[in-house]
């Protein structure tokens, strides 16, 4: 059983259309990341959200953290082929613990 | 600054046999946790070190250990390997475990197990 839920499992979209990854919980996490992965290698922190209802911009990925801080969404405006990748979100439930629970994964595919 | 070095990349080995990954974390990081990834169960926590001592332990069979020198190199050890232990093993290694803030984890290339 995965405390961390994420949908789509697969995603294949066009050079330039949008997109959101979810990431859902019945758990409270004091904090949630999101990384990007890409085959060979580790997985890559993309942002961390600590605050119910914060929203934090990077570049064209906005991400935002549920109110109830047990839900999180990922969206990418005008999807470039180097979004390609694992998305994975990873929530704390001790403040500073590093013993993350990973997500189930977005596999995303940006066809030129 | 050189990131998390992960060896060996690669490891084949059979079932009953034991196996040991080491990890050394990026310089200055106290911090060193090591992670299952699997096409079935995904990213799954196996244990974090700090200091030599073991804070965190996950969800892991006794077979599955490790350890960490004075230096924050860790190795994880695992011992009467089963086909079901195939999967990429992740270090991740951290500043450190200040209380109240959430660490940067920055994670190893991984090690690819195969237990034929």
């Known amino acids: 059983t995965q405390l961390l839920e994420q949908s789509p499992q697969f995603l294949s979209i066009q050079e330039g259309e949008n997109l959101t990854v979810y990431c859902n919980s019945s758990?409270?996490?004091?904090?949630l990341q999101w990384y990007r992965q890409e085959p060979g290698e580790g997985p890559v922190l993309l942002v961390t959200?600590?605050?119910?209802?914060e929203v934090k911009k990077l570049k064209r990925l906005t991400f935002q953290f549920g109110d109830a801080r047990k839900d999180s969404s990922l969206h990418i405006t005008a999807a470039q082929p180097g979004d390609t990748g694992l998305y994975l979100c990873?929530?704390?439930?001790?403040?500073?613990?590093?013993?993350?629970?990973f997500g189930t994964g977005t596999r995303l595919t940006v066809i030129p | 600054k050189a990131g998390v070095t992960q060896t060996p990349r690669y490891l084949i080995k059979t079932r009953g046999q034991q196996v040991t990954l080491s990890c050394s974390p990026i310089?200055?990081?106290?911090?060193v946790s090591w992670y299952q990834q699997t096409p079935g169960q995904g990213l799954q926590f196996l244990f974090e070190?700090?200091?030599?001592?073991?804070?965190n332990k996950g969800n892991f069979p006794g077979r599955f250990s490790g350890r960490q020198f004075s230096n924050s190199r860790s190795e994880m050890n695992v011992s009467t390997l089963e086909l079901g232990d195939s999967a990429l093993y992740l270090c991740?290694?951290?500043?450190?475990?200040?209380?109240?803030?959430?660490?940067?984890?920055?994670f190893g290339s991984g090690t690819q197990l195969s237990v034929l």
């Open positions: 990873a929530g704390a439930i001790e403040t500073g613990a590093n013993n993350l629970f």
């Open positions: 310089s200055g990081h106290r911090s």
């Open positions: 070190y700090f200091s030599e001592t073991q804070r």
């Open positions: 959200v600590v605050t119910g209802g």
């Open positions: 758990s409270v996490f004091s904090s």
């Open positions: 991740a290694s951290a500043h450190s475990p200040l209380t109240g803030t959430n660490e940067k984890l920055f």
